[in-house]
């Protein structure tokens, strides 16, 4: 117990996820750039494409994982493995950008030069979701 009476906190990759604010927060976070890559690919190719997902094997994406499966087939996404995403042609893409290294779909974004208001670099960072774990106390 720490010094307020209560078990100590559980940090998983830095981020405070022993109460529901922080499961919420990872999980919305989550949803919202397969969201954000979901309409990209609608901008950029005119549809939809079989999607990935790179999640780490770690404590934290095991905590919820299940959860993101349910929340992701109720907004009506399918789940399928690997070999049947990688059939779209999508991936056969091979964008002549630099910086490489993000998502094919901000690479492809990015050639067009038409997204660079809503691109951001890198992909994925801390920095984007500090300040809302900051106001939550994570």
Not at 25 to 49: P, Q
Not at 99 to 126: C, H, V
Request: glycine share 8%; net charge negative; proline share 2%.
């Amino acid at each position: 117990l720490n010094e307020h009476g209560h078990k100590g906190a559980l940090f998983v990759c830095g981020m405070r996820i022993d109460n529901a604010d922080g499961k919420l927060l990872f999980l919305d976070h989550l949803l919202n750039r397969a969201t954000f890559y979901n309409d990209l690919s609608k901008k950029v190719l005119g549809r939809e494409v079989a999607h990935t997902v790179l999640l780490h094997h770690n404590l934290l994406n095991s905590l919820f994982l299940d959860e993101l499966i349910k929340m992701s087939q109720n907004k009506g996404w399918r789940l399928i493995d690997a070999k049947g995403a990688f059939q779209d042609a999508v991936y056969s893409s091979a964008p002549n950008i630099l910086p490489a290294g993000e998502s094919i779909l901000w690479a492809l974004a990015k050639e067009t030069g038409k997204f660079e208001n809503i691109l951001r670099y890198p992909g994925e960072d801390e920095t984007y979701e500090k300040e809302k774990m900051d106001k939550l106390g994570l």
